[in-house]
């Protein structure tokens, strides 16, 4: 993984913050809240352009020290009439580390409050894409931390408004490319408009290649001029619709099921949960406790980057919950990934030598220090993830049922038989052909046993028995730890030590796998399962939804009726209308539901993507049927 520099706070002589990389200043020493609403808002035509919308996207492809986002925030705060739902996406390549950024806050004592609110939730500074809500979920921030041009091209929204922020298009040449401004173009909607202070001809040449039209106009404080300009596309474009009628049906109240149902409602979505059990988390998702923590590899795969996104994802949602007074059980203060052996260990020190994970992110301890912080002798040293914990799975799904508020229709103890399209809606029956609800979207969430509803996922069941060791019989863990499964500290008088693995059908408890979880616990602690008894331990067995390749199963399922061309895309497969899929999240459903379902969501309601669009591809439903028809196999 390509690290980040971050940004180091240096004022000018003035008081003006300073870029010592690209030796200039982040904004014009007469002000940064003037020059924010001079030449990015009113630049615009802002906040006019976004009242009575339900969605506003702003785009800046320099977040700098986030005065142009705290201003817009403001001006969005303080208008009645404002949009229902504001967009910022944010590309910074040299961000500022938290500390810093709440000291360059200090100058501007008018943003004091949503200053603290930002810095609160600012990320880990690694490359990628970083989802954060304020304002109740209402105003977006999405960071695109990393080379601008590599991330817009792997963007995916519809920009209602462009702040060009670069530093001196002399000092930062590639924030002012012609190549990124046609990436801009790509991403603008039909009435789209652009502001910035720069006037360079050449920029401005570029702007209108690109497809701008831009003008002079006035500019702020000692700068003479300012350019604005709208998008004047040469091809016809289509504006981005919204759905008019915003009703969905969730099948499941799993955690995939629970976190989609929140995610849509939170957008004033009507949706209708309906679950076979008579309670949520009944299936898979109804483990007593299990571990958040992310992946680290050397190459910085597609599995690791789409498990780093989706537990910082997940942390955030916890903390949002509690915000709002629904308080899943947890304990975030830190999980521990033991080395397998020796070579093992020497991998996992290599990988954070190089520097690329940020210590609030990832941590490296030797044996000693790795007992010390466990609270018991371990057989190797470990990576501590200082973000990473357990949580209820249970607790989760109540916190976002509870979450998603009026909006939810709770609809337990129905069995779905089949499911069909008419003309304006999909309809959920059950075995007497009764029909339980109905609505123009349909979700699929409910794991493997969905699969007879939408023929051609590939999902296959995967058995896990989770063991549970009494408290007392274990040394009393200070944080929960893992190596080839995983183990917490007492969670209501129990360890759950787990967990099995098997393409097995039953839901009894059965001693060989308590034995094999009994043999994970001793790579975990050594010496620590002498004493138990595989044939007296009691736990719980659920079945996972996997995947062949291990990743889930994220949006719009394929039309399995139409045979396309070989050479299509993935993106023109053909889709059935309204029916999506939160699907094959595995063994990871714990890290991947919450983001999961925040993409599907963004997907339906037309919003920004919360991830980088190689990693859209990754978990698309269709991949699996696109790439068996490229083989000819159907």
């Known amino acids: 993984m390509p690290g980040l520099t971050p940004a180091r706070l240096v004022l000018a002589g003035n008081g003006t913050p300073f870029s010592e990389t690209y030796n200039d200043i982040y904004h014009s020493a007469d002000g940064g809240p003037g020059q924010a609403r001079h030449v990015f808002l009113h630049g615009n035509d802002l906040p006019c352009r976004w009242r009575g919308k339900e969605r506003f996207i702003i785009l800046e492809t320099g977040f700098g020290g986030g005065i142009n986002f705290l201003a817009t925030w403001a001006a969005w705060r303080d ?8 967009h910022y996406l944010a590309v910074e390549k040299h961000p500022f580390h938290a500390g810093d950024l709440a000291r360059l806050h200090e100058h501007w004592p008018e943003f004091r409050h949503l200053s603290r609110e930002l810095c609160a939730g600012w990320p880990p500074l690694m490359p990628g894409f970083h989802r954060l809500e304020f304002a109740s979920g209402r105003v977006v921030l999405t960071l695109l931390l990393g080379e601008a041009e590599t991330l817009l091209r792997r963007s995916d929204a519809r920009v209602d408004a462009f702040y060009l922020d670069g530093f001196d ?3 930062n040449p590639a924030m002012w490319s012609p190549g990124l401004f046609h990436r801009l173009a790509r991403l603008a909607a039909p009435e789209a408009t652009l502001a910035t202070w720069c006037v ?3 920029v401005r040449e570029s702007l209108q290649e690109a497809g701008f039209q831009v003008e002079k106009r006035p500019g702020f404080g000692r ?3 300012m350019l604005a300009g709208k998008n004047a596309p040469r091809m016809p474009t289509h504006p981005a619709t919204s759905a008019d009628d915003r009703r969905a049906v969730v099948l499941g109240a799993g955690l995939a099921g629970c976190a989609g149902a929140e995610r849509l409602a939170a957008r004033g979505w009507s949706v209708t949960l309906v679950e076979r059990h008579s309670t949520p988390a009944a299936e898979a ?11 680290l590899s050397h190459d910085d795969n597609l599995a690791s ?3 780093r996104a989706c537990f910082l994802y997940a942390r955030r949602t916890c903390a949002a919950l509690e915000g709002a007074g629904f308080s899943p059980r947890r304990d975030l203060n830190g999980v521990l990934q033991i080395a397998r052996d020796a070579a093992h260990e020497q991998r996992m020190r290599d990988i954070l030598a190089a520097g690329d994970y940020p210590e609030d992110y990832a941590q490296f301890l030797d044996r000693d220090a790795a007992s010390r912080r466990l609270g018991s002798a371990t057989a190797h040293g470990a990576w501590l993830f200082p973000g990473g914990g357990w949580v209820s799975p249970p607790s989760l799904c109540r916190a976002l049922i509870a979450a998603a508020g009026e909006r939810l229709t709770l609809l337990f103890g129905h069995d779905v038989a089949r499911i069909e399209r008419d003309a304006a809606n999909w309809r959920v029956l059950d075995g007497d052909g009764k029909i339980i609800a109905a609505a123009p979207i349909l979700i699929l969430a409910g794991g493997a046993s969905l699969r007879g509803l939408a023929p051609g996922l590939p999902l296959a069941p995967a058995r896990g028995l989770v063991s549970h060791i009494p408290q007392g019989c274990l040394p009393e863990l200070h944080l929960p730890v893992c190596r080839e499964g995983y183990l917490t500290p007492a969670v209501d008088g129990v360890h759950c030590l787990g967990a099995s693995y098997a393409y097995e059908e039953g839901k009894e408890t059965r001693v060989e796998e308590h034995a094999g979880n009994l043999a994970r616990l001793e790579g975990i602690l050594p010496g620590a399962s002498g004493a138990l008894d595989p044939a007296g331990l ?20 394929a039309d399995i009726r139409i045979l396309p061309p070989r050479d299509i895309q993935l993106k023109h497969m053909p889709r059935q209308e309204g029916l999506h899929g939160l699907l094959g999240l595995g063994s990871r459903g714990l890290v991947w539901a919450t983001l999961a379902a925040e993409i599907l969501a963004s997907r339906i309601a037309g919003d920004p993507a919360p991830v980088a669009s190689d990693l859209l591809d990754a978990i698309d439903p269709a991949r699996f049927l696109l790439r ?3 083989r000819g196999q159907k």
Do not use: F
């Not at 998702?285 to 992946?295: D, E, F, K, T, Y």
């Not at 719980?540 to 719009?556: C, E, K, Q, S």
């Open 79 to 86: 208008d009645p009439a404002r949009c229902g739902r504001l």
């Open 169 to 171: 298009p002399k000092k």
């Open 200 to 202: 360079s001809g050449e």
């Open 223 to 225: 700068k003479r001029h």
């Open 285 to 295: 998702s109804g483990n007593l406790a299990g571990i958040l923590r992310p992946l």
């Open 305 to 307: 980057r789409l498990n």
């Open 538 to 557: 009691g736990g719980r067995v659920g079945y996972r939804a996997t995947t062949p390749d291990r990743l889930p199963l994220i949006g719009a399922l």
């Open 628 to 630: 068996a028809h490229r």
